[in-house]
């Protein structure tokens, strides 16, 4: 009879026993994978929207406001600048500036943002057409794949924008009709639920709405250095340098104490965004490891009355000629079975609850975290735990391997 067939009847002996120690093992490998996978993907999703963009130009306010809100689309805008503040940036011969990149906020569709932006914004994020073409026009827009894939939209299809962030029923509604011109790629980033008009266009909307005249340029879709012709207001200018000197290093420092413009470096906010959030993190990780301990003793006890139950059927083993070597593969065998079997059911528990969460609570949209989600982590959780499975058996294997069989079986 092969010794994991008899392993596994040994554990199923007691049913009630063996679940309640999976599910033990599963809850907390579970929690252990759900906060693994939430920070792993928060931090990616933060740092790949975060790492184009060196500084941010803004309004004065919260500068971690400022990041949430102009890269990661999940706060509101601290104010608008107006484009005279921060013109010089928009030179393309500024010795220290690689690239700029401004962007308007403040409206919205059925809760999904508005971006008014230039052309160079889909260069910047390598975003692709998959349907239609980029704008070439005020009132046309370029819709996000989730945004589009979401409410049928196609091109050549109509809709109005309303003013604000969160979409409301009886929030004010623009009275411009916005013409769906292209179709973004999904591109598995924050860009994949905005819509994105011009920013003349963005002015349009603002400026039609107090004095209900359309305003006139000399170019619907205006480039960077266009932008510097027009006394109008944006909501944040995006910065990438040419390098890292002295002279970037300083240039944030530098505006801050000179002009009204706020600049803010995101790379800083996110650590600080990471250190307000890791306590949280860190408590709910010691709960995970509190549980995986009581876990794998529960796996201990098991052995220990397993062998307790069995010790007249394992002296009767030792008489017919079984060794202890055999009687010690029998417990690391059911061991490893409860580790195991625990451990995977863990490893699904934590993908699917995380799945429903992400579902349930629109946690996709805000931060990038999905259930079907797998890193490489996950295989050093599942060996770790058989490792400590492995240890839970020692000594209920030292005791069955120094077990007295003449003094067992005199008692029968």
Known sequence: MSKWYLAWKNLMHHPSRFIFNILL????VSLLVIILLINKQM????????????LILCAKGSPLQSVLCNIMHIDAPTGNISISEIKPFLNPNHPIIKRALPIAIGDSYQGYRIVGVT???????????????FFNNDFQLVLGSEVASKYKLNIGDTLQSSHGLVGIDDEHHHDNDLIVHGILKNSGGIQDRLIFISISSYWDLHEHEVDHEHIHHEQNVLSNQEL???????????VKFKGTNIQSLNFGR????????????PAIELNRLYELTGSASELLNLIGIILSILAFIAIFINLS????????EIALIRIGGGSRTYIAQLLIFEGFILSFTGIILGL????????????????????????HYFCIDEIYVLFIGLVCGLIAT?????????????????KI
């Open 228 to 238: 510097v012709n027009y006394d109008k207001t944006i909501t944040s200018l995006l």
């Open 394 to 410: 020692i000594l209920p294997v030292i005791r069955a391997s120094n077990q007295n069989i003449h003094h067992t079986i005199s």
């Open 25 to 28: 093992i599963g809850m907390a």
């Open 119 to 133: 052309k160079e914004y889909f260069d910047w994020y390598s975003l692709r057409i998959e349907r239609g073409q």
């Open 43 to 54: 931090s990616q999703h933060f740092e790949k929207n975060a790492s184009d963009v060196d």
């Open 348 to 371: 699904i528990l934590g993908h699917i609850i995380l799945f429903f969460s992400a579902t349930k609570y629109h946690l996709a949209d805000q931060y990038g975290i999905q259930g």
């Open 305 to 312: 009355q397993a062998l307790n139950e069995r010790k007249f």
């Open 254 to 265: 530098s505006i801050n104490e000179n002009t009204n413009v706020m600049a803010v470096n």
